[in-house]
């Protein structure tokens, strides 16, 4: 990963994943935890970065991470990635619910996050 997590709390703004080992660390270390799959080039997905930011600032128990899966080919299969970007979100270590519509604003994200969560 290229920016470490805090001892305490979460970061508040997206870590950088680039394989499956360090996906799998994050998940494990962390209860809650927003995947981006994003790839390079995609306006989508530069869009929506920005907007992962807020949610990451808003939501002091969420750790977002960004992946881009053509980095570790094994990730795309794995996680059934088809379009990017594609929000796939783990609680516990379990995943707890995928969000592949294209752009999504901070509210929409928010509702996703709310949604997919157990213990709401």
Known sequence: MTAEAPTTGTPSRPLSIESEAELDELIAENDLVLIDFYTKGCTLCQSIEPVLGNVARAHDDLTVALCNPRE???????????????????????????????????????????ESRSDT
Do not use: C, K, M, Y
């Open 72 to 114: 570790d080919p094994p990730l795309i299969e794995r996680f059934n990635i088809q379009s990017v970007p594609t929000l796939v979100l783990f609680e516990d270590g379990e995943r707890a619910g995928t969000l592949a519509d294209g752009f999504q604003g901070g509210a929409a994200i928010d509702d996703f996050l709310v």
